[in-house]
Nanobody, 124 residues
């Protein structure tokens, strides 16, 4: 069982930045591809970014390309999401997720473990 703890959310003005962190309890963290999803009120949870086990492959949703960066530190069992140039439409609860299968995961069903979520609010 992998436990994931999301942190780093908060309230920021449009154009600002935040860095989310997701710490995993699993010592074999490098065996898991990771993703960040978000869910805005009244909307479905959507994949924002994903990163492979080694960090060599990444995926970005079109809505965040050029603004968000996912990275991981396998020595610290932690994945990060650097969010720059934030927009009000980025407001959501952000969840990190771990996938034990091979390759990147692109849907919720591809992931086995989830963090508790961290609220990101971007004011205009």
């Amino acid at each position: 069982q992998v436990q994931l703890v999301d942190s780093g959310g908060g309230l920021v003005q449009a154009g600002g930045s935040l860095r989310l962190s997701c710490a995993a309890s699993e010592r074999t963290f490098s065996n898991y591809a990771m993703g960040w999803f978000r869910q805005a009120p009244g909307k479905e949870r959507e994949l924002v970014v994903a990163i492979s086990r080694s960090g060599g492959y990444t995926y970005y949703a079109d809505s965040v390309k050029g603004r968000f960066t996912i990275s991981r530190d396998n020595a610290k069992n932690t994945v990060y999401l650097q969010m720059n140039s934030l927009k009000p439409e980025d407001t959501a609860v952000y969840y990190c997720a771990a996938r034990s299968g091979y390759g990147l995961g692109f849907s919720q069903g591809n992931y086995d473990y989830w963090g508790q979520g961290t609220q990101v609010t971007v004011s205009s």
